[in-house]
């Protein structure tokens, strides 16, 4: 399984069909702002010639591959794709993020900068991501665009032999005596 060439500003209510009588303006859901000078994701292009250079390779190997690109590699997709016992090597080109208790790089509203768990301040973005980051809709933690570590440790995964995470921040967290780097 590969994704990438993810379109990060679809609208998630429409990827997901989430009715929007179930957001709720004043939950706890992740709500983040990337401050005035870096507002939203970008579109990353090498990101889709990378999955599809995996591709071309599988068919050439005959190993056989699902390819999620643009709205298709939304985070519920994603999710599917995780518990999937068929998938065992899963690729993913995206963005990701890392941040440091307190740290306000991204924007001094962003909501998990005081999280105490370093897993729920670590995340990789998948299709319509950007609705948190600029429109702060505050859509339920599943649908919104953004797989934190936390989210993904609680997903059974025991039949994956391999995850490649071709995104940003991806080797940051916090480092624990005898557990290794969280987040």
Not at 12 to 29: H, K, Q, R, T
Not at 97 to 109: L, M, N, P, R, S
Not at 143 to 171: F, K, N, P, Q, Y
């Amino acid at each position: 399984y590969a994704s990438g060439g993810i379109t990060y500003d679809a609208n998630p209510l429409e990827i997901a069909a989430v009715d929007s009588a179930s957001i709720d303006e004043g939950s706890n859901f992740l709500s983040l702002h990337r401050g005035k000078d870096r507002s939203g994701w970008s579109y990353l292009p090498g990101s889709l010639t990378e999955v599809e250079s995996i591709a071309t390779i599988a068919g050439e190997n005959n190993i056989p591959i699902i390819m999620d690109i643009g709205v298709d590699a939304s985070e519920s997709r994603i999710r599917e794709i995780l518990s999937d016992k068929q998938y065992n090597v899963l690729h993913f080109a995206t963005h990701g993020f890392y941040v440091d208790k307190g740290d306000d790089k991204y924007g001094k509203d962003l909501k998990l900068i005081n999280a105490d768990d370093a897993m729920n301040r670590a995340a990789l973005l998948f299709a319509g991501a950007n609705a948190n980051w600029d429109k702060n809709l505050n859509l339920p933690s599943e649908v919104d665009g953004l797989l934190t570590a936390r989210e993904m440790s609680e997903i059974d995964m025991s039949h994956v032999d391999l995850i490649i995470l071709s995104a940003c921040e991806t080797g940051n967290g916090e480092v624990e005596y005898l557990e290794g780097t969280s987040g």
